[in-house]
């Protein structure tokens, strides 16, 4: 009797269990000084009330204290911060390719980080919920390493 209560218990917290980890994750390049943030980051946050909790998680590289007058010391270390969470999340060569830009996300898979999409101030938020439908469709049903989107790439 009791096995049988612990397994419906355990069946009962298993769908809660699959939802712990984000299917995708957004690696957002973003800064408070940014005018393109000021409008993609609203925009990322409304998208984002249409999807259950925990689905997509949100990374912000934030660049704020690198700005032109910040330091070169204080460059660096927003620099080692940034690169050190986006291997973190799987999104090395995200920073690598766009590395102190502000005004851009990428979604990518959070199981392999490929990169799936992008966004940029020019989306609205239906457009950005519109993208990361497609993109949880491409990564449930493609295998890793084929979730290439077939629309353009990144800029």
Request: hydrophobic share 45%; net charge negative.
């Amino acid at each position: 009797m009791l096995r049988a209560l612990m397994l419906m218990v355990f069946v009962a917290l298993a769908p809660m269990a699959a939802r712990a980890e984000p299917v995708l994750k957004i690696i957002n390049f973003t800064a408070d000084w940014c005018p393109n943030c000021q409008i993609l980051n609203p925009a990322i946050h409304n998208a984002l009330l249409e999807f259950p909790e925990g689905q997509i998680e949100v990374i912000n590289l934030d660049m704020t204290h690198a700005g032109r007058r910040a330091s070169d010391e204080a460059k660096l270390a927003v620099y080692a911060d940034a690169i050190r969470l986006a291997e973190q999340h799987k999104a090395g060569d995200l920073w690598e390719r766009y590395g102190g830009v502000t005004g851009i996300a990428a979604i990518i898979a959070a199981d392999t980080g490929e990169a799936i999409g992008c966004m940029t101030r020019a989306l609205s938020s239906d457009a950005i919920a519109y993208g990361l439908r497609e993109s949880l469709i491409i990564t449930e049903r493609r295998a890793p390493g084929e979730r290439m989107p077939d629309g353009p790439d990144c800029p």
